[in-house]
T-cell receptor
Framework: EAGVVQSPRYKIIEKKQPVAFWCNPI?????LYWYLQNLGQGPELLIR????????DSQLPKDRFSAERLKGVDSTLKIQPAELGDSAVYLC???????????????FGEGSRLTVL | GDSVTQMEGPVTLSEEAFLTINCTYT??????LFWYVQYPGEGLQLLLK?????DKGSNKGFEATYRKETTSFHLEKGSVQVSDSAVYFC??????????????FGKGTHLIIQP
């Protein structure tokens, strides 16, 4: 079974440019997460989707960040314009949140590493 | 809010040494607790989990016991190998409303095993 797929793996842009990251979750997983991981830190939640609905976007900087999951499957995270401080790894994860032994287990993609110059 | 605190690294050990990575948490209610591992160049992988007090999670020789009285979930392994070198993250998962919220992670502990 394919895991969580993210692209691109690496992106280098100049500040003030836009950038977008794409995530395809594991088939059938209804919950999708975007996390931000700064160097030497643990991942921090940006947004959580249940199907196509963003149920927690309290940590998403909405002045420059946006996300969508239009059909409740794959998702896109966009930054416009990018700033130097946005350099980080952007992780996508998915889970199947139905009662059972695997409730709440998140499966992560390999991440998209952004460098803003 | 919820938080996870884990020992700072890097932790450097010799092969076959005993490993403990401390993790404590602050949370309301009864969260589930996890250890995730990130090998060089790879994504985060679930190592083990425990969903209620006194549960012991185990995998690949690693163990951690959910201690509610001390709000801890320390990771242990009796004999580490060079291949265990990675970054280890302790995390908790809260449940609210109709389902699980996102994971709250610690900062990670970089483990280096020397042959």
């Amino acid at each position: 079974e394919a895991g969580v797929v993210q692209s691109p793996r690496y992106k280098i842009i100049e500040k003030k440019q836009p950038v977008a990251f794409w995530c395809n979750p594991i088939s059938g997983h209804n919950t999708l997460y975007w996390y931000l991981q700064n160097l030497g830190q643990g991942p921090e939640l940006l947004i959580r989707y249940e199907n196509e609905e963003a149920v927690d976007d309290s940590q998403l900087p909405k002045d420059r960040f946006s996300a969508e999951r239009l059909k409740g499957v794959d998702s896109t995270l966009k930054i416009q314009p990018a700033e130097l401080g946005d350099s980080a790894v952007y992780l996508c994860a998915s889970s199947l949140d139905r009662p059972g032994p695997n409730t709440g287990e998140l499966f992560f993609g390999e991440g998209s590493r952004l460098t803003v110059l | 809010g919820d938080s996870v605190t884990q020992m700072e690294g890097p932790v450097t050990l010799s092969e076959e040494a005993f490993l403990t990575i401390n993790c404590t948490y602050t949370a309301t209610g009864y969260p589930s607790l996890f250890w995730y591992v990130q090998y060089p160049g790879e994504g985060l992988q679930l190592l083990l989990k425990a969903t209620k007090a006194d549960d012991k999670g185990s995998n690949k020789g690693f163990e951690a016991t959910y201690r509610k009285e001390t709000t801890s979930f320390h990771l242990e392994k009796g004999s580490v190998q060079v291949s265990d070198s990675a970054v280890y993250f302790c995390a908790l998962l809260q449940y609210s409303g109709g389902g699980a919220d996102g994971l709250t992670f610690g900062k990670g502990t970089h483990l280096i095993i020397q042959p």
